[in-house]
């Protein structure tokens, strides 16, 4: 799978907004065939902060992400609201879903 980790720094007066302006975006990458996960988190340490975590299930679904009308329309509405580029980390992996984090396993609960 191809999976992303970017920060997006929001301008400070769309901090709060930030779900709603990335919405249409985000349920249409969720929609695509090859997406895996597609979620968004808040920074706790710094509230104009988003981190998107995403993956796809191959090359092609990565490609056909990027080629799509939504991305292109996110490409067109949403740097507007961005104090700065947004900062990526891209790799390939060889899974196609989360591992447990065994360290910090939970017992079974009854």
Known sequence: MIFITAKFRVRPEYADQWPGIAAEFTAATRAEPGCLWFDWSRSVEDPTEYVLVEAFRDDEAGAAH??????????????????????????????????????????EQE
């Open 66 to 107: 990027v080629q799509s009308e939504h991305f292109r329309a996110a490409q067109r509405t949403l740097p507007p609201h961005l104090a700065e580029t947004p900062r990526i980390v891209n790799t390939t992996l060889a899974q196609d879903d989360w591992s447990l984090l065994g360290e910090m396993a939970v017992p």
